[in-house]
């Protein structure tokens, strides 16, 4: 069996070239190990060998990363890996950031595990831990010899399909990921036990701390509707008869953008609703109760709005999970904008 | 109120000229149901299919899982204002015959009907693969209306559930379970120094196929009540719903609920269980914001010290979840809430649609949206004919040969977020 | 949905149901629906009369569009 190849990524100052007078030099590669490549080869033991590293100052990843990952992309193809390692970047921010953006990047481009190390204050920790496993350091260098073997566990792991397990047998910091698996009690037993100790004042333990919805800034009103194109988005699952393009009755995994242009209403013999989280009778007969073409082609004709965009977006709102949502929010606002869109206005059931 | 639960063991079901049960088999006489089931002439034909443990059978759309039984002592009798004249039940003698099953499925209502695998992989997701199930597969009269329908389907669930359970009515159980509540002064002063637990029980009211009914009347139209916690165990509440699979609580879950029966298991050793307080999860905001006022209204007056609340289905009854956590705290007591949780196929979005800082202290009954694959069975008994329409289903899943692939919320009581399975998800 | 389309820079307005649901996950200008199954309308009380409802909730709508706002806010019929 031959060894698994890996290269291993570090910036300036674990590459011994220098501090941050050199934070600013462009990517090269090296053959073999490099400053912290040593601990690392010794962790992998005999089942895997470094066998390029390749270096970047920090500063330079950040003035020009986009350019930075395509150049080392090339470089780390020519060495063939099974595995790329990223840092330890303790709390290093810039180091943090680059090693996380290498790291994703490379996972995605060449279909190999990944892994980093850093510190829980290093800013590369939020940011990509839901996308790769990061080891948890202490906050400095001093903690190499003990982050250095658990990265070499956890990649070797990956690298051999072997299944991972929880941040705390593995020591890689809470990445955020809701996992199944079968307690030895029921749920009411288990609740029962917590409230027990909750009304006796014991510590208990949450099993799903509450979620957190990030915002965004109100933006400024907008100035005068009666000269602004509107469109209209939903997530109340109206689609065409047949739901040609078959968005899911709950969990959808896709939108639809549908034709309105000459039609006064959305009449029931065209259009259905395809949501599973409500009572459809109502909607089934009149689809303008979600998707309001009816007042809104009017109040075009009025004057009212400077003009209905000719399609409505649709999606299915129950059990869509948030990252699904956002993603084709992110999508489909382009194409608003593109449209000359000014105003969205966005129903739910 | 004092109910004695005779559990009846079933180990096994067959075919037989009477319906009975013999040392632990369950026999049944097919024609006796479907002559049933045929008195309501809104059904067209009725089919009586067995699911045995460990068979290649799969269920599919399923609308309901009744558990049989039949009251032999006390007041009233199953299924009060439902199939059996309205008077208040809980009390006396209840035979169960636990371990059987009868499931209602055939041509879909809606698309939140589920599935049952017998066995198989994703036979550990619900209790329903190690029960000995009586399944009836219904077929409506043509363009039969779909509210009809899914009453006429209810009403048959229920009327064979308790016909089979008559069965039981002269059995030696081989277990007895006393279940009691005492009238609150009482069940106070029973306990003096135990901590006064509540169980806040919330009921999904939310239209068709989204209906559940206390003593008959529709939870939609009901407000927050309170209920002895035996009442429950002789049906006073069925279900009308399908919420999504892997959410609803059957008719046999509310015959088990299990927080009521692990709240008794330590009744008087370390809590003094007070009773349930009855709630629904209806369709506007002024009814979610009536309910779980008076919710907190109770907590307070009954001066309850802690309450654990479960919730049907998910999406806008997480408000009302947050809803009734907030106002109970806010009444004094100290709260823990049973759900299960929808953060997408790989974990990573947020769990729940509504949140508030109260809600610290939460039991997880799983993630639904993963991705399970099912391998194709021998005997479909219903139809695979709606696998892609149905909640957790999408185009593709399934594929000719039988085999599905499909989210687990497609399988009946998966994730049920009353806690009865033990089913949970993790933070990796 | 609506953070994104107001991130992409264009305005947006949530006609929704369950305010807080709205409110929790942070959109910025919501109005309120009538009910989950018939948001904009009533049909229980005829269709004239639904789409009265329904022309005042979108006007309630673009009005909220115009209104300077510096944090979320309901803006009740």
């Given at each position: 069996?031959s060894?698994l190849?890996?290269v291993?990524y570090?910036?300036?100052?674990f590459?011994?070239v220098g501090g ?7 990517p090269q590669?090296?053959d073999g ?5 040593l601990?690392l ?5 005999e089942?895997?060998e ?5 270096i ?6 950040g ?5 930075a990952?395509?150049e080392m992309l090339?470089l ?6 099974d595995?790329?390692?990223?840092g ?11 090693c ?11 279909q ?10 290093n800013?590369?920790?939020?940011m ?5 496993h990061?080891i948890?350091?202490e906050?400095?260098?001093?903690d ?6 658990k990265?070499a ?16 047998e593995?020591?890689?910091?809470e ?11 029921r749920?009411s037993?288990?609740?029962v036990g917590?409230?027990v ?12 701390p ?6 965004v ?10 000269k602004v ?6 997530s109340g699952g109206?689609?065409?008869?047949g739901?040609p393009d078959?968005?899911e ?7 639809g ?11 029931a013999?065209d259009?259905?609703t395809v949501?599973?989280g409500?009572d459809r ?5 009149n689809?303008n109760l979600?998707v309001?073409?009816?007042?809104m082609?009017e109040?075009?004709?009025?004057g ?5 965009a000719?399609?409505f ?5 129950t059990?869509?999970?948030?990252g699904n ?8 606002a ?5 449209d ?10 | ?8 063991k079933i180990?096994d079901v067959?075919?037989?000229e009477?319906?009975?049960v013999e040392n632990g088999t ?12 045929m ?9 009586v299919?067995f699911a ?5 059978v799969?269920?599919a759309?399923?609308?309901d899982?009744?558990?049989p039984r ?7 009798a ?6 059996n ?6 009390s006396g ?13 055939g ?6 009907e589920?599935i049952?695998d017998?066995s ?5 997701y619900?209790p329903?693969?190690e ?11 043509d ?10 389907a209810?009403?048959a669930?229920?009327?064979i559930?308790a016909?089979?359970?008559e ?6 159980p081989?277990?007895?379970v ?20 509540g169980y ?9 196929l ?5 003593y008959?009347?529709d939870?939609?139209?009901?407000v927050?009540?309170?209920m ?7 049906g006073a509440i069925?279900?009308?719903n399908c919420v ?13 609920n299990?927080?009521?029966e692990d ?7 370390d809590?003094?269980?007070?009773g ?6 209806n369709v506007?905001?002024a009814d979610?914001e009536?309910s779980?006022d ?9 001066g ?22 907030k106002k109970s705290t806010e009444?004094?007591?100290k709260?823990?809430l049973?759900?299960d949780e929808?953060p997408?196929?790989?974990g990573?979005?947020?769990s729940?649609a509504?949140a508030?800082p109260?809600a ?9 949206n993963v991705i399970?694959?099912?391998p ?6 219903g ?19 039988g085999?599905?692939e ?6 009946i009581a998966?994730t049920?977020?009353n806690?009865?399975n033990?089913l949970s998800a993790?933070?990796y | 949905m609506v953070k994104?389309v107001?991130r ?5 307005v949530?006609l929704a149901?369950v305010?807080?649901i ?5 959109a910025n200008r919501?109005?309120?629906g009538?009910g ?7 049909p229980?009380l005829?269709e004239v ?8 909730i979108?006007?309630q709508a673009?009005t ?10 309901v803006?009740?019929?």
């Amino acid at each position: 069996m031959s060894k698994l190849r890996v290269v291993h990524y570090i910036n300036n100052f674990f590459a011994g070239v220098g501090g941050e007078e050199k934070a600013d030099i462009p990517p090269q590669a090296r053959d073999g190990v490099v400053g912290p490549g040593l601990a690392l080869s010794k962790a992998l033991g005999e089942e895997a060998e470094i066998v390029g590293t390749i270096i970047c100052g920090d500063s330079y990843f950040g003035e020009n990363t986009k350019s930075a990952k395509e150049e080392m992309l090339k470089l780390i193809e020519m060495y063939n890996p099974d595995i790329f390692v990223a840092g330890p970047a303790f709390n290093a921010g810039r180091y943090g950031f680059a090693c996380g953006e290498m790291a994703t990047f490379i996972e995605e481009e060449l279909q190999i595990p990944v892994v980093s190390a850093m510190y829980k204050e290093n800013p590369g920790v939020d940011m990509f831990k839901r996308d790769m496993h990061i080891i948890e350091t202490e906050i400095s260098a001093a903690d190499m010899r003990n982050a250095v073997p658990k990265m070499a566990k956890l990649v070797l792991k990956l690298a051999k399909g072997e299944e991972v397990g929880s941040p705390a047998e593995e020591g890689y910091h809470e990445r955020g990921i809701r996992v199944n698996y079968f307690h030895e009690k029921r749920g009411s037993e288990r609740g029962v036990g917590l409230l027990v100790k909750k009304m006796n004042g014991e510590e208990c333990v949450t099993e799903y701390p509450m979620p957190v919805f990030d915002r965004v800034d109100p933006l400024p009103a907008v100035a005068d509707i009666t000269k602004v194109k509107v469109a209209i988005v939903t997530s109340g699952g109206i689609v065409p008869q047949g739901n040609p393009d078959r968005i899911e009755s709950s969990s959808a995994t896709k939108y639809g953008i549908y034709d309105i242009s000459g039609m006064n209403d959305l009449s029931a013999d065209d259009f259905m609703t395809v949501h599973g989280g409500y009572d459809r009778a109502f909607v089934t007969e009149n689809p303008n109760l979600v998707v309001p073409l009816d007042v809104m082609r009017e109040m075009e004709q009025e004057g009212v709005i400077g003009e209905l965009a000719n399609y409505f977006v649709t999606t299915t709102g129950t059990g869509t999970s948030v990252g699904n949502a956002k993603g084709f929010g992110e999508h489909f606002a382009r194409k608003l904008v593109e449209d000359g869109v000014g105003a969205v206005i966005l129903t739910s059931t | 109120m004092r109910l004695e639960l005779g559990k009846i063991k079933i180990t096994d079901v067959q075919p037989g000229e009477v319906t009975k049960v013999e040392n632990g088999t369950l026999f049944v006489n097919k024609q006796e149901l479907i002559d049933l089931a045929m008195k309501d002439d809104r059904i067209k034909g009725v089919k009586v299919e067995f699911a045995r443990p460990g068979e290649s059978v799969r269920i599919a759309p399923v609308k309901d899982v009744i558990e049989p039984r039949v009251k032999v002592s006390g007041t009233g009798a199953m299924f009060p204002g439902m199939i059996n004249k309205v008077k208040t039940v809980g009390s006396g003698r209840t035979h169960a015959l636990v371990g059987a099953n009868v499931i209602t499925c055939g041509k879909i209502v809606g698309f939140q009907e589920g599935i049952i695998d017998m066995s198989g992989p994703t036979a550990k997701y619900t209790p329903f693969s190690e029960t000995f199930n009586v399944c009836i597969v219904i077929e409506p009269v043509d363009n039969l209306e779909t509210h009809d329908y899914e009453q006429a389907a209810r009403l048959a669930g229920l009327k064979i559930g308790a016909l089979v359970g008559e069965a039981g009515r002269n059995v030696e159980p081989d277990e007895v379970v006393v279940y009691e509540t005492k009238p609150i002064a009482e069940q106070t002063a029973q306990y003096p120094n135990l901590p006064k637990v509540g169980y806040i029980h919330m009921l999904q009211s939310q239209g068709l196929l989204h209906d559940t009914f206390y003593y008959g009347v529709d939870a939609k139209q009901m407000v927050p009540t309170f209920m002895y916690p035996t009442e429950i165990m002789d049906g006073a509440i069925t279900s009308g719903n399908c919420v999504a699979p892997c959410d609803k609580v059957t008719t046999f879950h509310h015959l088990n609920n299990p927080v009521i029966e692990d709240l008794y298991k330590r009744h008087g050793k370390d809590l003094n269980f007070i009773g349930v307080i009855l709630t629904n999860e209806n369709v506007f905001l002024a009814d979610k914001e009536r309910s779980s006022d008076m919710v907190g209204k109770f907590v307070e007056f009954l001066g309850l010290d802690g309450v654990i609340i479960t919730e049907e289905g998910y999406g806008n009854p997480d408000t009302d979840l947050m809803m009734n956590c907030k106002k109970s705290t806010e009444a004094g007591a100290k709260v823990v809430l049973i759900t299960d949780e929808f953060p997408g196929r790989d974990g990573k979005s947020q769990s729940l649609a509504d949140a508030v800082p109260e809600a610290d202290t939460l039991v997880s009954c799983g993630n639904g949206n993963v991705i399970v694959e099912f391998p194709p069975m021998d005997k479909v008994i219903g139809t695979l004919d709606y696998v892609e329409t149905m909640i957790g289903g999408y185009e593709g899943s399934l594929r000719k040969d039988g085999s599905i692939e499909a989210e687990i919320q497609i399988i009946i009581a998966s994730t049920i977020a009353n806690g009865y399975n033990t089913l949970s998800a993790k933070m990796y | 949905m609506v953070k994104e389309v107001e991130r992409a820079g264009i305005p947006v307005v949530h006609l929704a149901t369950v305010v807080p649901i709205s409110l929790t996950i942070g959109a910025n200008r919501i109005v309120p629906g009538i009910g989950i199954p018939y948001p904009l309308g009533d049909p229980t009380l005829g269709e004239v009369k639904s789409k009265k409802i329904r022309r005042s909730i979108v006007e309630q709508a673009l009005t909220a569009l115009q209104t300077e706002v510096d944090g979320q806010t309901v803006f009740e019929m």
